[in-house]
């Protein structure tokens, strides 16, 4: 088999064996980089010579006998909004980064480097995480792989497409309102938001920090608990972390939920859901039935009718907040004509920010601002509450909730670029988890007759991405899916 046919599981063990050097691995990954990312744009920084150097250190150990972390010699991708301080910039796809070097790495960059893991490089994103196709990205956008016409979806629309494309087995990506979630539903993969607090943010570029998560993209679920895994946990750094126990999420992976009980929305399954998209997430939720679960009909009436209303008061809020500090001075993009210091300011960030950061900052600081914050922002935080007591009255009559991940299959490069409003509706059915902090993960269910991916969208309580792993391995181990390759890797092979 070819190398990255394989999964990172499969790599892994083989690297182990010493059936598969670090180097080999490292060597199959940058060339399936320089073959298909012309096409496909998912990378927007690679450092070939630090990989090989990377992979050489890795091999050495591992001849050696000695110790090696739980990654040894696997290649990872990462979204560029987490900080990289050695060789790689971290740029979230923004100009006003441009130049940028981080002083030092994100937690889960070192805990990737602790794993042993050799990081390729990083991965396409819209500017700050804001989007859901990765259109609104400094660099261009990327393409999905399945169809390069249409979007990857996003914002982690380069991480979820390197995966797709398998010019790497795993990436990381960022879940602020379904950005790991939408795209590994667009590009056929295995996406997964953890539960809030169960990754550390330390080193991610903060987008909306209460609702902000790191999570895994892979081709399996094994794959994506492979990552989990390695970044999980308690860090310090980052006070909303949380001190909970993690899980050997791979050694329980096969063991499956009986009885299951399955909440199944209607809100999810409205006006507006293609059917294409509706027939494969229903005949996905059948394989479950068949499996012995249990269908029950529930009712998330805040979670879609006004989760999107209400992020997209929390979001912008939090990120015209966050996103003050660039200022031309401390970070990246300075004007280079300028009158004064204010001048200076106010240049360096309209001509750093794109259309799409703008506006956000311009929602958020209008929601803020003195006599619209009851308005707006109090009220959105009511809401807020409102969506999370519907799961968590949901959570106490069934074990999980499944529904599509996104209403529509992935859709033509620029069909939504002039439609603001048509782009956040990308978003209905994953931004409920982020107001509620729950875990979810969308995994593959099936191909629409024009070839490209759907995802069936499966979501548990907190701190349950055991129990979310193990349900969705149940669907995976009855369905082939996931050895599935877009074209353009069986052309190219
Ligand atoms: N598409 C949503 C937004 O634009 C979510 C993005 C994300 O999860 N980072 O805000």
């Known amino acids: 088999m070819a190398i990255l046919d394989q999964t990172a599981c499969q790599m892994r063990d083989a690297l182990r064996r010493r059936d598969l050097t670090a180097a080999d691995a490292a060597e199959a990954s940058l060339a399936a980089i320089e073959r298909l990312d012309p096409t496909v744009a998912a990378f927007v920084a690679t450092d070939a010579c630090a990989v090989r150097r990377r992979a050489a250190e890795i091999d050495a150990r591992l001849d050696a006998g000695g110790p090696v972390g739980l990654l040894a010699g ?4 990462v979204k560029d909004n987490m900080c990289t301080a050695d060789g790689l910039p971290t740029s979230c796809g923004s100009r006003i980064l441009d130049g940028w070097r981080a002083p030092y790495n994100a937690h889960v960059v070192e805990r990737l480097l ?66 790991i979630r939408q795209p590994g539903s667009l590009c056929g993969v295995v996406g997964m938001k953890p539960t809030y607090g169960r990754v550390s943010r330390y080193g991610l570029v903060a987008f909306a920090s209460s609702l902000d998560q790191i999570g895994p993209l892979a081709r399996t679920v094994g794959d994506a608990a492979l990552l989990l895994q390695a970044v999980a946990g308690h860090d310090a750094r980052d006070s909303t972390s949380v001190n909970e126990p993690v899980p050997d999420y791979l050694a329980v992976l096969d063991e499956p939920v009986a009885p299951l009980r399955i909440g199944v929305p209607k809100e999810f399954f409205t006006e507006g859901l293609d059917p294409e998209v509706e027939r494969l997430v229903r005949e996905a939720i059948g394989v479950y039935e068949r499996l012995g679960a249990k269908l029950v009909e529930i009712d998330l009436p805040h979670a879609t009718d006004y989760a999107i209303a209400t992020y997209y008061i929390v979001a912008p809020s939090e990120a015209s907040s966050n996103l003050a500090r660039y200022d031309g001075v401390h970070y990246g993009y300075r004007a280079p004509e300028h009158a004064d210091m204010i001048d200076m300011y106010m240049r360096s960030r309209s001509e750093g920010f794109g259309d799409e950061v703008k506006r956000r900052i311009m929602l958020g600081t209008f929601a803020l601002s003195s006599g619209y914050y ?34 529509t299959p992935a859709f033509p490069l620029g069909e939504r670029l002039e439609n603001p409003l048509a782009m956040y509706l990308s978003d209905l059915f994953t931004v409920g988890a982020n107001m509620a902090a729950i875990a979810g993960i969308s995994i593959p269910c099936g191909f629409t007759g024009a070839g490209l991916p759907v995802g069936l969208q499966i979501l548990t309580g907190v701190f349950t991405e055991d129990r979310l792993l193990r349900i969705s391995r149940m669907y995976e181990r009855q369905t082939d899916w996931t050895s599935r390759r877009p074209a353009i890797c069986e052309a190219s092979a």
Do not use: Q
Request: glycine fraction near 10%; include cysteine.
């Open 374 to 407: 009851d308005a707006y922002y109090k009220k959105a935080l009511r809401v807020r509450r409102l969506v999370r007591r519907d799961f968590d009255e949901a959570f106490e009559k069934v074990d999980c909730i499944m529904g599509p991940t996104s209403a």
């Open 114 to 179: 602790a794993a042993d893991a050799v990081i390729v490089g990083k991965t396409n994103m819209d500017e700050f995480a804001m989007g859901s196709s990765t259109e609104h990205s400094c660099f261009g956008p990327t393409h999905n792989p399945w169809d390069t016409a249409t979007v990857p979806g996003g914002s982690s629309g380069g991480s979820a497409a390197a995966v797709a494309a398998r010019m790497v087995p795993l990436a990381l990506g960022s879940d602020t309102g379904g950005s």
């Open 74 to 77: 696997v290649p990872v991708a």
